[in-house]
C-alpha cells in the first residue's frame, strides 16, 4: 500500500492551535478523518492556509512549553557554570535553526506531510522509513508526552510543600491524573482539545513575559551580581557532560521542525516556511537568552541549580502576594503543551496504522466521537509507564538520544538526496555545509554521551530502533498477522465502541 502518512498533516497543524485547520472551531470531525486519508485512492488537498504569521506562531508556539521552566536548573548542575550554561542555551537554538533551515529544503521538496517518514521513504526506501514510525509513534511521541506531564505536576505540586522537596510519589501521581486527564480532553472532541490548545498557548507567552519583565526590572534596579560570575573555570564539563547538557537545552527547543508536518498548507512554501524558521527561532532564542538572564537577576547560581521548580522561586522572590501567579501559569502552559503533543501523537499512531505499520486497531475511530480514541489510549499508557519508571532527566536524556539519531539521519537524507536526486526541484536550497554540520554534531550529540558515561537507557533506546526490524520483516514486509489478534481486535472495539474509518463513511 502506499507509504505515505496522508493523516498528519491536519492535525499537527493543530498542535498548537495557532493556525490550525480545526483552530477555527467549527470544524466537523467527519471531514477531519477524510481528510486524514479515509480515502486511499485520491490524495488529499488541503487548503493552504498558514501564512507568515501563522507559520511563526506554529513554531513559537511548540518549541515554548516546559522546557524553559525546568531545564535552566538541569543545565547549570551539568556544566557548573553560568557562562558555559548560557552559551550551550544559545548554541542549542542555533542547532535549531539551523536543523529547521535544512527541514526547510526537505519540506519544500518533499511536501506530502509526515516529514521525516516521506524523507526517509525518498532517500533511504521502506525500513528506515518504518523504523522512523515506529520509533516515534513508541518512545519519542509517548515520552514527549510523559516529560511535559513529569514538568506540569513538579509545578502543580510545588506551591503546597513550601521549602521542601516534594515527595516522589505525590509528582508521579498528578502527572499521572494530567494524562488521564488530557487523555480524557482528547478522546471526548476534537474541537475541546483544540480550544484547550488556543486558550493555554497563550499562557505561556503570559508566563515568559511576566519573567523577562521582572527579571528587568530587577536589573534596572543594579541587581547585577550573580551575572558577574560567568566563572568557566569553575566548569565540571567534560564532553559527554556536555553533550548532556546540550540535551537538557535542546528539550527546550524541541519542536523546531514542526512546520514540516504542515508544509501541505503552508501558502507558498518555499518563501513562507524558510522566513517562518528565520523568524520564529531567533525570537524563541531571544526569549530564553532573556528569561536565563532574568533567573539570575533574582536568584544566586547555587540556588537556581538547587531550585526544583526555577520559574515558583522566581515567583516567590519578586512578585509577593501574586507568587501564586507563576506556578498557575506555568502548569497552564506545560497542560497546553501535553495536550498538543497528545494531540499529534493520536493522529500519528492513527496514520501509521492505517498503513498497516502498526495494529490496525490503533487507527480506528470512537463511533460517535470520532477521536482515534485507542491511538490516544495506546500512547498514554506508555506515557503513564515512562512517568512511572523515569525521572525527568532521565526522560530527556532517553528522549534526546533518540531524536537526535532521527534528526542526524533526515541531515544525512538531505545530503545523499542531493547525490542520488541531483535535478529534483528544490525550492528553497540551504547552503549544503549546514547539514553536514548539524549532522556531525549529532553524530557528537549521540556518541558522546554513551563514550564518556555509559547507561542503560541508551541501549534500550538502540535495542528498541533495532527491534523494529523484528517487527518490520515478519508483520510489514511479509504480511504474516498473529493468530489470535482478530479476536483481540473484535473485543477491543467493543469495549472502545470504536470502528475502521472506512465504516463510519460509507
Ligand atoms: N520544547 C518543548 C518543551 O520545552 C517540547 C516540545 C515537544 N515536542 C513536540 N514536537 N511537541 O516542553
Not at 100 to 123: C, I, K, P, Q, V
Not at 198 to 227: D, E
Not at 332 to 360: K, M, P, Q, Y
Not at 382 to 390: D, H
Request: net charge negative; aromatic share 12%.
Amino acid at each position: 500500500g502506499g507509504l505515505v502518512w496522508r493523516g498528519c498533516t491536519a492535525d499537527c497543524d493543530a498542535e498548537d492551535g495557532a493556525a490550525g485547520a480545526l483552530a477555527d472551531g467549527n470544524a466537523n470531525p467527519g471531514d477531519k478523518l477524510e481528510g486524514s486519508g479515509a480515502a486511499p485512492d485520491d490524495p488529499v488537498h488541503l487548503k493552504r492556509r498558514v501564512g507568515l504569521f501563522s507559520g511563526v506562531a506554529l513554531i513559537v508556539g511548540t518549541m515554548i512549553g516546559s522546557g524553559i521552566f525546568v531545564s535552566p536548573s538541569g543545565l547549570l548542575e551539568r556544566t557548573g557554570s553560568v557562562g558555559i550554561s548560557f552559551i550551550i542555551w544559545m548554541a542549542c537554538g542555533l542547532l535549531s535553526l539551523l536543523g529547521a533551515l535544512a527541514y526547510a529544503e526537505l519540506g519544500t521538496m518533499n511536501t506530502s506531510s509526515g516529514a521525516e517518514y516521506a524523507y526517509f521513504m525518498d532517500a533511504f526506501g521502506g525500513p528506515p522509513a518504518f523504523l522512523f514510525s515506529w520509533v516515534s509513534t513508541l518512545v519519542l511521541k509517548p515520552s514527549q508526552m510523559a516529560i511535559i506531564c513529569l514538568s506540569f505536576a513538579k509545578y502543580a505540586v510545588e506551591p503546597f510543600v513550601s521549602e521542601c522537596e516534594p515527595p516522589d510519589a505525590l509528582v508521579k501521581l498528578v502527572a499521572v491524573i494530567s494524562i488521564v486527564m488530557i487523555l480524557a480532553v482528547n478522546c471526548y472532541s476534537v474541537n475541546l482539545a483544540t480550544k484547550v490548545q488556543n486558550i493555554f498557548t497563550a499562557a505561556k507567552l503570559v508566563a515568559i513575559a511576566i519573567i523577562v519583565c521582572g527579571g528587568a526590572y530587577k536589573l534596572i534596579l543594579g541587581n547585577t551580581r550573580h551575572l558577574q560570575e560567568p566563572n568557566f573555570a569553575s566548569s565540571t564539563a567534560t564532553l559527554g557532560n556536555i553533550a548532556t547538557a546540550f540535551y537538557t537545552g535542546l528539550w527546550a527547543y524541541d519542536g523546531w521542525n514542526n512546520l514540516n508536518y504542515v508544509t501541505e498548507e503552508i501558502k507558498n512554501p518555499s518563501k513562507n516556511l524558510p522566513l517562518s524558521i528565520i523568524i520564529g527561532i531567533p525570537l524563541v532564542t531571544l526569549c530564553y537568552a532573556l528569561v536565563n538572564v532574568s533567573y539570575l537577576a533574582v536568584m544566586s547560581v547555587s540556588e537556581m541549580a538547587d531550585s526544583e521548580a526555577v520559574a515558583v522561586t522566581f515567583g516567590n522572590r519578586l512578585l509577593g502576594p501574586l507568587a501564586w501567579l507563576m506556578p498557575l501559569a506555568v502548569t497552564i502552559s506545560t497542560f497546553g503543551s501535553a495536550n498538543g503533543t497528545l494531540f499529534v501523537a493520536g493522529r500519528l499512531c492513527f496514520a501509521a496504522s492505517r498503513e498497516g505499520h502498526l495494529l490496525d486497531i490503533l487507527s480506528y475511530v470512537h463511533v460517535r466521537r470520532f477521536t482515534p480514541a485507542p491511538g490516544l489510549i495506546f500512547h498514554s499508557l506508555i506515557a503513564v509507564a515512562m512517568v512511572l519508571y523515569g525521572t525527568i532527566d532521565s526522560l530527556i536524556d532517553f528522549f534526546s538520544f533518540t531524536a537526535w539519531i532521527f534528526y542526524g539521519g533526515a541531515m544525512l537524507a538531505l545530503i545523499v538526496m542531493r547525490y542520488t536526486k541531483p535535478h529534483a526541484p528544490r525550492p528553497y536550497k540551504v547552503p549544503i555545509f549546514i547539514p553536514y554540520i548539524v549532522l556531525i554534531v549529532s553524530a557528537y550529540l549521540v556518541v558522546a554521551p554513551i563514550i564518556d558515561k555509559p547507561q542503560w537507557e541508551y541501549l534500550y533506546a538502540g535495542g528498541f530502533i533495532l527491534g523494529g526490524l523484528l517487527v518490520y520483516l515478519p508483520f510489514v514486509k511479509w504480511g504474516y498477522s498473529l493468530p489470535f489478534m482478530d479476536k483481540i481486535t473484535v473485543f477491543l472495539q467493543m469495549v472502545l465502541e470504536v470502528v475502521p474509518t472506512s465504516t463510519t463513511f460509507e
